[in-house]
């Protein structure tokens, strides 16, 4: 009996703050059905990896933050030492009342300015035992050799929102509150920030501390698929020894056997969270076709179950069983895209 589960954030996200009303939306025939049709329950993962992990049939649950190992993995091809945090590099939009965090494409950083940051990092934080390196412009990594008493968010819960909630905690907060500061001193008037801000673009004022802990721990009972293009999925699939395949929009799912099966395409996340509305509802097409090619694959024997894990604390499940049961009607749409208008 074999699984697709799709993961794909931001699809199901809350509309209520976007100043938009149902008109908004294009048709969704797919979701609509499916939504009808799947059972839906709740689901405790908020991040990427938390999806991911849950996701994989391991012989032991991982309770590891393993977000930043499995990334370090992919960048680099070895498995990091101790324990791997990411420190990325990222700019906080302070307002009147809150920090909000931007990164990524929103903060596009050369691999020269990344290495001229990180190199006065690590010569002022030297004496602390800090020492920070990249492989990517825009992923930085920290490893020590045990957590030295700190939880911390995922980015991609962060991103977009503000920090306040999300601040790390633990033991070892307060220490690492104050080398922030140090930081972002250092960052401040630094050369490459002045360039960048003469350029029009956004400096690195602050670096977001996330990840934790080593790699997943167990083996799989069941052999595994992946399907995407994350430094996530690269990372478990080297860790595990697991096929991964690119996916497009003419073919989004093209298993070529029936194991259980893995996808991950986050660019409805990214547009959402970088502010991108009417980017976020030309991408909608792309969940019609992932959900369009599921249910093919579903009636076709290829999979014995569907899930739909949209990261907004449900995960909607589909058999061939509930696919047949035509007369669902469910809610409307509107009801999952604005919840707190009472639809």
Sequence with gaps: MSTLRLILPGSLDSLNDYGVDEGFLPPLPQLRRFLARAQSCEDSADSFSQALLHALPLS?????????????????????????F???????????????????????????????????????????????RCFDAKRWYLCL????????????????????PFNPTGPWARQWKSWLTEAQMLFFEHPVNERREARGQLPVNSLWL????????????????????????????????????????ASPLTPETTLNSVLLDNEAYSLLINGDLHGWREALPKLEAHLQRAETLLREGIFSEVELLPLNGHLYRLNRWRLRQFWRRGSSLAAHFFPDQGQ
């Design 60 to 84: 032991t649950e991982s309770r590891l933050n393993s977000s930043a190992a499995l990334s370090y993995l992919a960048d680099s091809g070895v498995a990091p030492e101790g324990v791997c």
């Design 86 to 132: 990411r420190l990325d590099p990222v700019h906080l939009k302070v307002d009147r009342d809150h920090a909000r965090l931007l990164s990524g494409e929103n903060v596009p950083l050369w691999k020269e300015e990344a290495e001229a940051l990180i190199e006065t990092f690590n010569r002022h934080f030297a004496e602390d035992g800090l020492h920070l």
């Design 145 to 164: 050799p045990e957590n030295p008493g700190i939880v911390c968010a995922d980015l991609d819960q962060v991103v977009g929102r503000s920090v306040e």
């Design 210 to 249: 996330w990840g934790g802990d080593r790699l997943p721990e167990g083996s799989l009972v069941e052999p595994v698929q992946l399907f995407g293009e994350h430094e996530l999925l690269s990372g478990l699939a080297a860790h595990f020894e697991l096929p991964l395949a690119p996916f497009s929009a």
